[in-house]
T-cell receptor, first 115, second 113 residues
Framework: GAVVSQHPSWVICKSGTSVKIECRSLDFQATTMFWYRQFPKQSLMLMATSNEGSKATYEQGVEKDKFLINHASLTLSTLTVTSAHPEDSSFYIC???????????FGDGTRLSIL | QQQVKQSPQSLIVQKGGIPIINCAYENTAFDYFPWYQQFPGKGPALLIAIRPDVSEKKEGRFTISFNKSAKQFSLHIMDSQPGDSATYFCAATVGGGADGLTFGKGTHLIIQP
């Protein structure tokens, strides 16, 4: 089945640091990749949608200068949390869509803890 | 504004029972309704999905019932097992996988041995 890999799975860093999270589709080309955020015991909230070679589309309330998304190839998207602060601590999950009638396939998420 | 309402928030069922999780949506443009299973520390995994042109879909022990006029859909898990204990999310979107998913708040399911 379709596999989406996220790296790192867990990161702890100091306040003010920028953190990059990678999302790769391992066995298919992803027309579109999505980034979600999940707080403990809560649902997933869509942050942004990215298409290869295009600027990402951000959901209302998501700061595009805070959460930089790059989708340089059909198999890789990155999310950079710039100048991270404790309130940015969360579980970040990406998904990838290969087009047609395919569903979105999710990665295993990245747990970000900002001290 | 919560566009997909999910209930119950938590559910405990004995092994072999049939847990039922319900969702209701507001946006009539939604045309794809997947269910995801999530274990702690993991991403959600697709269980089963339905489009509004059918009223029921079954895959293995999982069944979706869909009521377009009521804007409701539900997940039934047959012959539930302790390994089914997880958090289940319903979701909805427009255009299949092309658009971002709107998730319900999730149901924490426990299957007791």
């Amino acid at each position: 089945g379709a596999v989406v890999s996220q790296h790192p799975s867990w990161v702890i860093c100091k306040s003010g640091t920028s953190v990059k999270i990678e999302c790769r589709s391992l066995d298919f080309q992803a027309t579109t990749m999505f980034w979600y955020r999940q707080f403990p015991k809560q649902s997933l909230m869509l942050m942004a949608t990215s298409n290869e070679g295009s600027k990402a589309t951000y959901e209302q309330g998501v700061e595009k200068d805070k959460f930089l998304i790059n989708h340089a190839s059909l198999t890789l998207s990155t999310l950079t949390v710039t100048s991270a602060h404790p309130e940015d601590s969360s579980f970040y999950i990406c998904s990838a869509w290969g087009g047609g009638n395919q569903p979105q396939h999710f990665g295993d998420g990245t747990r970000l803890s900002i001290l | 504004q919560q566009q997909v309402k999910q209930s119950p928030q938590s559910l405990i069922v004995q092994k072999g029972g049939i847990p039922i999780i319900n969702c209701a949506y507001e946006n009539t443009a939604f045309d794809y309704f997947p269910w995801y299973q999530q274990f702690p520390g993991k991403g959600p995994a697709l269980l089963i999905a339905i489009r509004p042109d059918v009223s029921e879909k079954k895959e293995g022990r999982f069944t979706i019932s869909f009521n377009k006029s009521a804007k409701q859909f539900s997940l039934h898990i047959m012959d539930s097992q302790p390994g089914d204990s997880a958090t289940y999310f319903c979701a909805a979107t427009v255009g299949g996988g092309a658009d971002g998913l709107t998730f319900g708040k999730g149901t924490h399911l426990i299957i007791q041995p």
